[in-house]
């Protein structure tokens, strides 16, 4: 059975860092796409950032690119999300998503997180 559980989220203030974690299991490590989803209130899930199967390809949302990291441990099936310079834009449920590639878009995952709240707000 796949899980994935994502940690790490919390109320950051403007201009500030979080580390987000997936933790994938029932997957084997190198064959799936790894990537972060996020939905703000009211809005529809949108792409955050997707790394390849063997993590040597990453993409980003325009909206974070320079400002998000994501990688992956592939020993221990983790997947991270660095977020620094955050925004209150930034606001939303974050959810780790798996897919057979790089996922891109929501069509292109197979399995989802629950999610976790990061809150950037003064």
């Known amino acids: 059975q796949v899980q994935l559980v994502e940690s790490g989220g919390g109320l950051v203030q403007p201009g500030g860092s979080l580390r987000l974690f997936c933790a994938a299991s029932?997957?084997?490590?190198?064959?799936?796409?790894m990537g972060w989803f996020r939905q703000a209130p009211g809005k529809e899930r949108v792409f955050v950032a997707t790394?390849?199967?063997?993590?040597?390809?990453?993409n980003y949302a325009d909206s974070v690119k320079g400002r998000f990291t994501i990688s992956r441990d592939m020993a221990k099936n983790l997947v991270f999300l660095q977020m620094n310079s955050l925004k209150p834009e930034d606001t939303a449920v974050y959810y780790c998503?798996?897919?057979?590639?790089?996922?891109?878009?929501?069509?292109?995952?197979?399995?989802w997180g629950q999610g976790t709240q990061v809150t950037v707000s003064s």
């Open positions: 998503a798996a897919g057979p590639y790089s996922v891109l878009m929501p069509e292109r995952v197979s399995f």
């Open positions: 029932g997957l084997t490590p190198g064959t799936y796409g």
């Open positions: 790394i390849s199967r063997s993590g040597a390809t990453t």
